[in-house]
């Protein structure tokens, strides 16, 4: 059973408030996003941002890979069809993400903040997990991916198994 994944909640960020809050108390929080000409209202920039706020000549692509609690300050929820029940069971216990089931309609919600979801992705892209534990993962990824964020996972590579999901490997 391959399921299907959709993103059903996420952080949103008011950035001409927080820009602005932060100027009018003299800070710059975009300063290193200026200085690379990236985006400012994007996901990761607001993690940028916030590095930024402890330097004004951070690294903003180094800041979204060594996020750290920074990454606390966001948070995602999925919604899964079609998985199977062990899946869910295995998601919960090796992560450390909420999930609500409903076991008879093989959906579920699973959710928590970026760090969780970055520490979850890393305890299932591998070997020792289950192909439907990874391969939902996978499809977690590439929304993250999607959304902006996959340099928070830029310091690991992908290798493609047999079975079509993949693992990460440190770089």
Not at 70 to 97: D, K, Q, R
Not at 158 to 165: F, I, N
Request: negative net charge; charged residues 20%.
């Amino acid at each position: 059973m391959i399921p299907e994944v959709k993103l059903v909640s996420c952080t949103d960020v008011n950035y001409p408030e927080f820009i602005g809050f932060a100027a009018s108390s003299g800070i710059k929080i975009t300063k290193s996003l200026d200085d690379e000409d990236l985006p400012v209202e994007t996901l990761a920039s607001f993690i940028a941002s916030l590095d930024c706020l402890r330097n004004e000549n951070s690294d903003p692509i180094k800041a979204v890979r060594q996020g750290g609690g920074l990454l606390e300050h966001l948070h995602f929820g999925f919604a899964v069809s079609s998985i199977a029940t062990h899946v869910v069971t295995e998601i919960l216990e090796v992560t450390g993400l909420k999930g609500v089931t409903k076991s008879q309609n093989n959906f579920a919600i699973f959710s928590g903040s970026l760090a969780m979801w970055y520490t979850s992705i890393l305890h299932c892209c591998n070997r020792d997990r289950s192909f439907g534990c990874r391969i939902l993962i996978n499809k977690i990824l590439i929304l993250f991916e999607r959304h902006g964020l996959g340099e928070v996972w830029g310091y690991f590579g992908k290798e493609t198994l047999k079975d079509k999901s993949y693992i990460l490997y440190a770089k």
